[in-house]
């Protein structure tokens, strides 16, 4: 769930998570909130919190991520306003294997500021509004068993497995699923 407001206001997550089986070894998972700064260039991608959550064995997980809004001086004025993307990340022992997709929408919170824009962004007028209910989550292979000395090797990350975000991902093919 995300919060929407006014630009310069904290953003807060809450998230949940459930290990159905262990698959390699108890450790953390690093999570990552990064705000996309322009669709272009990469190099305005912001990294509004990273944090550590774990070690992680079976069971059901939650947890509160708060992160302090993008630095708007960090951002070219043309890209401000309009659709950008919020990412939720999560790695395992390095390696990146979820990446959840947040369509935000910047734009001023007063139709005459939206109809006839001024030449410079008034930050302070700028609403964000995340489409919290419709993300995009991409699933990555990764080789759940590093310790093994690199003999097994994730399969290619040519086809992410992605969804609209409202269904369960198929697991990972380094992942046996349970008999019932």
Same mark, same amino acid.
């Given at each position: ?26 450790? #953390? ?11 272009? #260039?990469?190099?305005?991608?912001? !990294? ?11 069971? @059901? ?51 005459? !500021? ?44 040519? @086809?992410?497995?992605?969804? #609209? ?8 093919? @380094? ?6």
């Amino acid at each position: 769930m995300c919060f929407n407001g006014y630009f310069r206001k904290m953003k807060i997550h809450k998230i949940g998570l459930k290990c159905r089986k262990m698959v390699g070894p108890i450790a #953390d998972l690093e999570w990552k909130l990064i705000y996309v700064g322009s669709a272009e #260039d990469e190099t305005y991608d912001q !990294l509004l919190e990273s944090v550590l959550v774990g070690p992680v064995n079976v069971g @059901n997980y939650r947890f509160v991520l708060q992160a302090d809004p993008p630095d708007p001086s960090r951002i070219r004025e043309e890209d401000i306003i309009g659709v950008t993307v919020l990412l939720l990340t999560c790695s395992y022992l390095g390696q990146e294997f979820v990446r959840v997709g947040y369509y935000v929408n910047n734009d001023y919170d007063d139709e005459q !500021l939206r109809e006839e824009p001024p030449p410079k962004v008034l930050i302070e007028k700028v609403q964000r509004n995340i489409l919290s209910d419709k993300p995009r989550v991409t699933k990555f292979p990764i080789n759940f068993h590093p310790e093994s000395g690199g003999n097994e090797e994730p399969p290619p990350a040519d @086809n992410p497995v992605e969804n #609209d975000g409202n269904e369960e991902l198929p697991a990972s093919p @380094n992942q046996k699923e349970e008999e019932p």
